[in-house]
């Protein structure tokens, strides 16, 4: 099985608005870290927010947000306010208990419409 | 605001050579990675170091590919004999509790 499914491979949003991007996750270790990032057509990797999987509150970083609903195991990013520079490919990953290794999903692309 | 830096930002190599990836993680951070991603795919986990040592890593790092800490600030990712598949965008990381920091990558073309 998958650990990260992000089934969303485009997505496109209006300026302005708010938009959500999906994320799933499968571990069976009581302990992780889910984390978000941005990847423009530059090709760099921007990490964006972070969510601990112990976290009693939803991440927030500025106007990302992070929807974690811990027994659906969905992490669904939220940007809000959207603007053209939030074009990008996003890419959802999970860090499992004390392994220090990371799993990526496919990603998605998103086009922020003027 | 410190930053992961990565040299060179395109390294270009015939196959069969042996080529040598550098990074230079945040200094304060503890655990460094090694990832690639092949054009218009995921980001794939190669190896994780901590204290000095592999911690963990993936299928694909196989004996081809070595990582080392050869003094207190540079973290580099060796592929010893290159192949036409190794041609990728190689990313190095850092990592404090809560964030995962990237350098912005080395391109190897393998020709």
């Known amino acids: 099985a998958q650990k990260i499914t992000q089934t969303q491979p485009g997505m496109f949003v209006q300026e302005k608005e708010a938009v959500t991007l999906d994320c799933t996750y499968d571990?069976?270790?009581?302990?992780?870290?889910l984390f978000w990032y941005k990847q423009p057509s530059s090709g760099e990797m921007i990490f964006l927010i972070y969510?601990?999987?112990?976290?009693?509150q939803n991440a927030t970083e500025g106007r990302y947000s992070l929807n974690f609903q811990k027994a659906r195991k969905s992490a669904n990013l939220v940007i809000s306010a959207s603007q053209l520079g939030d074009s990008a490919m996003y890419f959802c990953?999970?860090?499992?208990?004390?392994?220090?290794?990371?799993?990526f999903g496919t990603g998605t692309s998103l086009t922020v419409i003027p | 605001e410190p930053e992961v830096t990565q040299t060179p930002s395109h390294q270009v190599t015939q196959m069969g050579q042996e080529v040598i990836l550098r990074c230079v993680p945040i200094?304060?951070?503890?655990?460094f990675y090694w990832y690639r991603q092949i054009l218009g795919q995921k980001v794939e986990f190669l190896v994780s170091?901590?204290?000095?040592?592999?911690?963990?890593k993936s299928e694909i790092f196989d004996d081809q590919f070595s990582v080392e800490r050869p003094d207190g600030s540079n973290f580099t990712l060796k592929i010893r004999s290159t192949k036409l598949e190794d041609s990728a965008m190689y990313f190095c990381?850092?990592?404090?509790?809560?964030?995962?920091?990237f350098g912005p990558g080395t391109r190897l073309t393998v020709t």
């Open positions: 170091f901590y204290n000095n040592e592999i911690s963990e």
């Open positions: 969510q601990g999987s112990y976290d009693q």
């Open positions: 571990t069976s270790d009581p302990s992780y870290g």
């Open positions: 990381a850092s990592i404090r509790v809560r964030g995962q920091y």
């Open positions: 990953a999970m860090r499992e208990g004390t392994g220090n290794q990371f799993y």
């Open positions: 200094s304060n951070h503890l655990y």
